[in-house]
């Protein structure tokens, strides 16, 4: 049975294609038509997925997309009725910006695949979350929680699931908060206010609240409280996100936390402007984290559950994730490697799969690498063809060779197999380099990623070194796996990892299992033979503003406009021609003195 799952007209759109129960293919459209975080329709992606599994769009058995417009469409007019007449000039542009095409999606995808109409389903969006997280993830029971900004009304769910290995597969929703009630929207706002783009800038709070403290929590507190039930309701006094779509705060949240940032300014945490800035983040990443933290406690009581399967953007929250795994109750916490949004695909596909179609469940593959293989070939004849210095190597010397490359403080493009799904370079596509030093930092965020300064960069590390250098608790590792929880670096490791630790002395580590990416778990052990330290910096293989590379070409043009020195793709190795000139010239010069 093919069954595809399509996320589409919000942001980041994606496609999944589940062959027999098991997925073939899944790759966000930004991957293939190079704009980031591409809303369009992902024909490219559908493209690629069938092609991938051989198939033509009649060969398909259900086309499932990931949310309900009618619902949303329902959710759009009531919150404009509602807020009428202050809503009269914001309704069509909210119809536009939310809603686009949507509502005649049936319509859309039939004329683009040539699909029948009656082959075309539709999951509720926190369904699509709830699967994703929890049909993808290595446990047969447990709770489900998923949050986000809004999909049709849900912003939050609590429920729980179970699976039989080749029986039945059950998941039950049991509650949800609905619009315009939402920690997503709570974390967006601030997002807003603090000079980020929201939905795609969230982690840049996450990271900034580590500079700040949570002095202002009693204000966050204000925007947020909880209610008897258990459940939480925003103070809409302070939001405008439910009534305009040209800002999200009102003017009381300025009179609680004075003028928003100037998105144009950098932020200075030498002054008191940017330090307020940075306890604004802390403070409501706190309020975040507690209200996480206490639902998740109750879930874990009502289920007995070992298990909890997170998903929804909000589950990108790395540091929410390990307190949640510390205080909630439960003993391991499974976040997918695309929680949010483009993961839906996978999760509507394997709901229909599952629950729609009554299949037997099946063990899926654990890891998040289902897109297209890169060709290390491709990237020999591209150098070669621009003269720059080429070898195609084996396994071994390749190894050794970018493991030389890496302690020799060389920045290294890795670029292997089969293309990430989800937000994050988890072994694939890859900026690797040395993590020792603060300097090699400022170096990445000046010369390559153009960022800002107080962004830390993650470590990947062997899982059995893991425990050595970072302070991770038990169920830790599974969170850890593809980059879903903050950690501490130990203390006295701080100075030798100082790239990778932030100013908190935490690290988004991964914890790397050799089956996962088997080269990547091989030059980690090779450099800290060289070393005395298997830990690698690992940033996502992209400029500022740019998706992640995908194919060999976009990973050479990436290495050609900025100044990664090696780039690796398969078994090819390159040099940029500068530094290979230099490195025989160095070499004859020794050769001379010899
Ligand atoms: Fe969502």
Same mark, same amino acid.
């Given at each position: 049975?093919?069954?595809?799952? *399509? @996320?589409?007209?919000?942001?980041?759109?994606?496609?999944?294609?589940?062959?027999?129960?098991?997925?073939?293919?899944?790759?966000?459209?930004?991957? /293939? !038509?190079?704009?980031?975080?591409?809303?369009?329709?992902?024909?490219?992606?559908?493209? /690629?997925?069938?092609?991938?599994? +051989?198939?033509?769009?009649?060969?398909?058995?259900?086309?499932?997309?990931?949310?309900?417009?009618?619902?949303?469409?329902?959710?759009?007019?009531?919150?404009?009725?509602?807020?009428?007449?202050? !809503?009269?000039?914001?309704?069509?542009?909210?119809? &536009?910006? !939310?809603?686009?095409? &949507?509502?005649?999606?049936?319509?859309?995808?039939? @004329?683009?695949? $040539?699909?029948?109409?009656?082959?075309?389903?539709?999951?509720?969006?926190?369904?699509?979350?709830?699967?994703?997280?929890?049909?993808?993830?290595?446990?047969?029971? =447990?709770?489900?929680?998923?949050?986000?900004?809004? %999909?049709?009304?849900?912003?939050?769910?609590?429920?729980?699931?179970?699976?039989?290995?080749?029986?039945?597969?059950?998941?039950?929703?049991?509650?949800?908060?609905?619009?315009?009630?939402?920690?997503?929207?709570?974390?967006?706002?601030?997002?807003?206010?603090?000079?980020?783009?929201?939905?795609?800038?969230?982690?840049? #709070?996450?990271?900034?609240?580590?500079? %700040?403290?949570?002095?202002?929590?009693?204000?966050?507190? &204000?925007?947020?409280?909880?209610?008897?039930?258990?459940?939480?309701?925003?103070?809409?006094?302070?939001?405008?996100?439910?009534?305009?779509?040209?800002?999200?705060?009102?003017?009381?949240?300025?009179?609680?936390?004075?003028?928003?940032?100037?998105?144009?300014?950098?932020?200075?945490?030498?002054?008191?402007?940017?330090?307020?800035?940075?306890?604004?983040? =802390?403070?409501?990443?706190?309020?975040?984290?507690?209200?996480?933290?206490?639902?998740?406690?109750?879930?874990?009581?009502?289920?007995?559950?070992?298990?909890?399967?997170?998903?929804? $953007?909000?589950?990108?929250? +790395?540091?929410?994730?390990?307190?949640?795994?510390?205080?909630? $109750?439960?003993?391991? *916490?499974?976040?997918?490697?695309?929680?949010?949004?483009?993961?839906? =695909?996978?999760?509507?596909?394997?709901?229909?799969?599952?629950?729609?179609? $009554?299949?037997?469940?099946?063990?899926?593959?654990?890891?998040?690498?289902?897109?297209? @293989?890169?060709?290390?070939?491709?990237?020999?004849?591209?150098?070669?063809?621009?003269?720059?210095?080429?070898?195609?190597?084996?396994?071994?010397?390749?190894?050794?060779?970018?493991?030389?490359?890496?302690?020799?403080?060389?920045? #290294?493009?890795?670029?292997?197999?089969?293309?990430?799904?989800?937000?994050?370079?988890?072994?694939?596509?890859?900026?690797?380099?040395?993590?020792?030093?603060?300097?090699?930092?400022?170096?990445?965020?000046?010369?390559?990623?153009?960022?800002?300064?107080?962004?830390?960069?993650?470590?990947?590390?062997?899982?059995?070194?893991?425990?050595?250098?970072?302070?991770?608790?038990? %169920?830790?590792?599974?969170?850890?796996?593809?980059?879903?929880?903050?950690?501490?670096?130990?203390?006295?490791?701080?100075?030798?990892?100082?790239?990778?630790?932030?100013?908190?002395?935490?690290?988004?580590?991964?914890?790397?299992?050799?089956?996962?990416?088997?080269?990547?778990? =091989?030059?980690?052990?090779?450099? %800290?033979?060289?070393?005395?330290?298997?830990?690698?910096?690992?940033?996502?293989?992209?400029?500022?503003?740019?998706?992640?590379?995908?194919?060999?070409?976009?990973?050479?043009?990436?290495?050609?406009?900025?100044?990664?020195?090696?780039?690796?793709?398969?078994?090819?190795?390159?040099?940029?021609?500068?530094?290979?000139?230099?490195?025989?010239?160095?070499?004859?010069? &020794?050769?001379?003195?010899?």
């Amino acid at each position: 049975m093919n069954i595809l799952g *399509i @996320s589409a007209h919000y942001h980041d759109s994606a496609a999944a294609l589940v062959v027999d129960g098991v997925p073939v293919c899944a790759v966000q459209e930004e991957r /293939l !038509s190079r704009h980031k975080g591409d809303a369009t329709f992902p024909l490219l992606a559908i493209e /690629l997925c069938l092609e991938q599994a +051989g198939i033509e769009p009649d060969e398909l058995d259900a086309v499932v997309f990931y949310e309900r417009p009618m619902l949303k469409f329902d959710r759009i007019l009531t919150c404009a009725l509602r807020a009428f007449p202050h !809503s009269w000039r914001a309704f069509p542009k909210a119809m &536009k910006n !939310s809603l686009g095409e &949507k509502v005649w999606m049936r319509g859309i995808i039939s @004329s683009q695949l $040539g699909v029948p109409g009656r082959k075309i389903l539709f999951t509720e969006h926190h369904q699509s979350h709830a699967a994703a997280a929890f049909l993808t993830a290595p446990t047969r029971r =447990a709770a489900i929680m998923t949050a986000d900004a809004v %999909g049709e009304w849900a912003t939050l769910s609590v429920g729980d699931g179970e699976r039989v290995l080749n029986g039945p597969t059950r998941i039950r929703s049991f509650r949800e908060i609905r619009f315009p009630h939402s920690l997503g929207m709570l974390y967006s706002t601030f997002t807003a206010y603090l000079g980020f783009k929201v939905n795609e800038d969230e982690y840049k #709070v996450m990271g900034l609240a580590a500079y %700040g403290r949570p002095t202002l929590v009693d204000q966050a507190r &204000k925007l947020i409280r909880r209610t008897p039930d258990g459940a939480f309701a925003l103070d809409l006094n302070y939001f405008e996100f439910h009534t305009t779509a040209e800002r999200s705060y009102s003017s009381r949240f300025i009179e609680l936390f004075g003028p928003p940032r100037n998105p144009y300014e950098p932020i200075n945490l030498e002054t008191a402007e940017g330090q307020r800035f940075a306890d604004c983040a =802390a403070s409501v990443q706190r309020v975040l984290e507690d209200t996480l933290v206490e639902i998740a406690r109750a879930l874990h009581q009502e289920t007995g559950f070992e298990d909890l399967c997170l998903g929804g $953007g909000v589950a990108l929250n +790395g540091v929410a994730n390990a307190r949640l795994l510390a205080e909630s $109750g439960f003993e391991r *916490i499974f976040v997918p490697p695309a929680p949010g949004d483009a993961g839906c =695909a996978i999760g509507a596909a394997l709901h229909c799969d599952r629950i729609h179609f $009554g299949n037997p469940d099946q063990d899926l593959p654990d890891h998040p690498f289902w897109g297209p @293989s890169v060709d290390g070939s491709e990237l020999a004849r591209l150098a070669r063809e621009d003269g720059h210095f080429a070898v195609e190597l084996e396994e071994g010397a390749l190894i050794d060779q970018i493991a030389n490359d890496l302690a020799a403080g060389r920045i #290294v493009g890795w670029m292997e197999g089969a293309l990430e799904f989800g937000p994050r370079a988890l072994g694939h596509r890859s900026i690797l380099a040395a993590p020792h030093t603060t300097e090699m930092r400022d170096r990445l965020n000046r010369e390559i990623k153009y960022r800002e300064a107080f962004r830390p960069f993650a470590p990947v590390v062997p899982i059995d070194a893991a425990a050595h250098y970072f302070d991770i608790p038990p %169920g830790g590792q599974r969170l850890a796996r593809f980059m879903s929880g903050v950690f501490s670096v130990r203390p006295e490791w701080r100075q030798r990892l100082e790239a990778i630790t932030h100013i908190d002395g935490s690290a988004r580590v991964q914890v790397l299992e050799p089956a996962m990416a088997p080269r990547l778990h =091989a030059l980690l052990k090779a450099y %800290g033979q060289r070393t005395g330290i298997p830990v690698l910096l690992n940033t996502s293989f992209n400029l500022a503003g740019e998706p992640i590379v995908n194919r060999a070409v976009e990973g050479y043009s990436t290495f050609l406009r900025c100044k990664i020195d090696v780039l690796v793709a398969g078994g090819t190795r390159v040099v940029k021609r500068t530094s290979a000139t230099a490195k025989i010239e160095a070499e004859r010069r &020794k050769e001379e003195v010899a």
